[in-house]
């Protein structure tokens, strides 16, 4: 009971993560091509300066959570993931170096070197997290011990010795660089007024159409590759609230007239299609390929009940306060950017 | 050695020794800030702010490198070491959550109001904001030599039927006796750090001829920092030292270059450690200090490293007897070269003295080597063991990630992290040219 509690905080701290970071990611992906001049590219980076090292709190916040709650879990799959995880570490050193260091001389030579790098890791970034999600709804072959090693590719067919690229989590990927592009602009479009603020807004209507095909057929596809989505969704039909609620948001981000309305569908589409790929893969929290019972559940990777019930007490009031802070600050920051 | 677990111990090794180099100025410069802030608010003295807002910059610099090497260490105990992550995880995936949740969203919360926030927050919460910071800074310490400590004495915890690692006490685990001196110890550094860096830009001003009245600022707060940072450092080293003495005894014997029990044993001030002979080469002694100190008896009996069996020895005697006995040495440097410039920043004679300039200048790099011998004390002392007298280091890595994958990494790491150091080094020299008064005109 207290596992699949904390497994239901945990999702909720990586869509915190996914949702505030995205925005920072999504704009840094796009800020290359829909500003028109230096002084929009700088009025994109302001919108996020504040707050982007916040954001990424929630990463080492939810890892450290995650390690606390599901100690093998953490131990298999950072260990099995190794090269791509080492290559994110990379890539967030090489975003977070440009967006801080860029500032600091003004000068041709300088400035487009970082807003190059940005952009690159943002784009990049995106590509990983979304492949690093496709790898945990395949699954991964785990060994009779609960390890496993995953080259970067191999055929890339899905299978019993896939890589961590493949068809499906290149899919994946490429979902969430359109997705997060899509939420970045919208917070962009927040943010900003004016000819940028236009722009972006037009980049986003056309973005969506593409980001409703591929989530037609990501989601087609991850019933292909997961037979446990099927099963979760037809033998418990009210997890069918959480696609529906990735539906709403895609809607909203449509439809939705105002600025604050159309950024928050986009958070709504986030969360349901996080929520739904956490829902599908339940119990898993790390599928098996090939012998499925080696398959890594909240139940056999959880510590001893009285860790986590102590974890409770200091992490409810912990969080609280993180909210606030959190809260304080965007409100502090509020409004437009010029 | 098996070389796949060599690779694994220099690859955190690496990481981290590179990595402290910037939370130490940070957990340093931000008590610094907070005084500065604090005789800005209280003498409404806009010198107080700006050299607040000078700092803020290099503080800023600083903490950005410190942030992108920090995430790494938080990844590499599930990847490269992850038999232990797993065996451990029960109990430090507390410490390590808890220094997510409780202090990484105060500090980076804060500290983009304290940088970007001076107009909106008004005088007294752009304060708080820099207490905030500070309070942030020093709370991911505590976690972090909480974390350390379980792994030098663990406490808290109990062992399963089936071996697994388990919580046992949240109190147990949070008040580890080795905690309570080892964070005031660790903190203590980073404000040598801080206070001797912050000395010794004002000194280069000073001798420069330019910002001085920036800089008589800087090495009149640096000074008086540094020599409080230094004494204390020598009060709790000296506790510190007490419970290596008692958890570890074999280490305390191969930090001190003992090799023969002895009754009324000496102190080894310098000498080289033998590992064929068993003897210290060359040795500087002075008597029954070792004992005293201690014991806090002249003739209490240290028992010496030839009296424990070799597989409890650490596995680098030598480099840890040099580790220690650099940081106790340049340790007493610090006491004796604050305490001088101190008693002459009274005397009035300080700013005018070029000889304890130039010597405060040319102290920067000191402390940062004193912080990494004593990590370096710490962790080497800790071996053979990962987990003191429960898990050995040889047991604890990734078996599942071979030598030429983590190697791969590692040669990766020191690419961006020597590009890294360099970025870092042009900024802040940039920063320094500009100087404080710079800041000023920018109106911020």
Redesign the interface.
Known sequence: MLSLLWYCLVALMIAGYVILDGFDLGAGAIHLFVAKSADERKVILRSI???W??N??W???????L???F??L???????F??P??MV??L??LR??SI??RN??ESPVWIPLWDTGFGVASILLAVFYGAALGNVVRGVPLSAAG???LPLWTDFRTGTAPGILDWYTVLIGVLALTALAVHGAFWIRYKTSGELSTRVREFSQGAWWILGALTLAASAASFAVQPQIAVNFREHLWGAVFPLLAMAGFAGMRWCSSEVGAFLSSCVYLAGMLTSAVFGVFPYVLPAVGDVGHGLTIYNTA??E??LQ??L???IP??A??VV??V??YR??AGKVS | MDSALAVHRLHFAFTVTFHYLFPQLTMGLALLIVWMKTMALWKNDEHYNNSARFWAKIF??NF??G???G??M??Q????W??F??A???????T???????S???E??????F???EK??GRRLHWFSSVLVWVGSWLSGFFIVATDAWMQHPTGYAV?ADG?I???S?WGLMLNPWTLWQYPHTMLGAVATGSFVMASVGAFYLIAKRQEEYGRTFVRMGVIAALGAAVLLLASGDRQGHNVATYQPVTLAATEGLFETAQGAPVTILGQPDTNALRIDNPLLVPRVLSFITYRNWSAEVKGLNDYPRDLWPDNVPLLYYSFHIMVGLGTIFIALAGICVVWLWLGRLYESKTLLWALMLALPFPYIANTAGWMTAELGRQPWLVYGMMRTAAGD?N???AG?AL??LV?FMG?YTV?GI?FLF?VY?ELERGPSAVVTEGH
Not at chain 2, 88 to 94: D, W
Not at chain 2, 108 to 113: A, H, K, P, Y
């Open positions: 300066g504040p707050v090292d916040g990424e709190v990463l080492l916040a939810a890892g450290g959570t390690y606390f709650a100690p093998a953490y131990s298999a799959s950072f260990s099995g190794y090269l995880l080492m570490l990379w967030l050193i977070g170096i801080e260091f600091h001389i390890d496993f090693f510590p001893a009285y860790g102590v974890g007490a200091w992490w912990g969080m306060l993180a802070y959190t304080f600050v502090k920051f | 800023a610099i950005a490198v942030v992108v090497t995430i790494p938080e990844f105990f599930g990847t490269n992850a038999r992550a797993k451990g995880g029960g109990v430090l995936g507390q390590l959550a808890m220094e997510g949740v409780y990484f969203f105060l980076s919360s804060f500290l983009g109001l940088i970007y926030g909106l927050l399963g697994s388990r919580l046992d949240f990734s599942n990630v071979s994958n791969f990494t990766g961006v890294l970025l900024l940039r």
